[in-house]
């Protein structure tokens, strides 16, 4: 069973805080997601940037949680990810829109 939790965060200054009741939306599914894919993010805006780190502590029936991470620039969770992918988000979206065969929209 894969929960999956959706955190945008757009337009954010450092200072702002994430509206409620979002924010504890977002907070109380990322402790129950056993998979968080983050896309073209630092994850350097907390504490939005902790949340996918939740899933790393919760257990599947094949070990820990799971952290993809896929963004151009290093972030500072690079070293706890299952999978790391340095390129645009834009790519490798049409990628798996492709192998999934669903249709990829012209931007």
């Known amino acids: 069973c894969v929960v999956l ?8 200054d450092w200072e702002d805080a994430l509206p409620e009741p979002d924010f504890s939306r977002a907070n109380e ?3 129950k997601a056993t998979l968080a894919v ?15 780190l939740e899933t790393l502590n919760n257990p599947t029936q094949q070990g820990e949680g799971k952290l993809v991470i896929i963004n151009l620039q290093e972030t500072p969770h690079d070293d706890l990810t ?4 340095y390129a645009k988000v ?10 999934l065969g669903l249709p990829v929209p012209d931007v």
Do not use: F, W, Y
């Open 5 to 12: 939790c959706c955190v945008v965060v757009c337009g954010k």
């Open 29 to 31: 599914h990322s402790k």
């Open 38 to 52: 983050t896309l073209g993010t630092s994850l350097q805006i907390n504490p939005a940037g902790l949340m996918p």
């Open 82 to 85: 299952s999978l790391r992918i």
């Open 90 to 99: 834009d790519t490798v979206m049409k990628g798996v829109l492709q192998e």
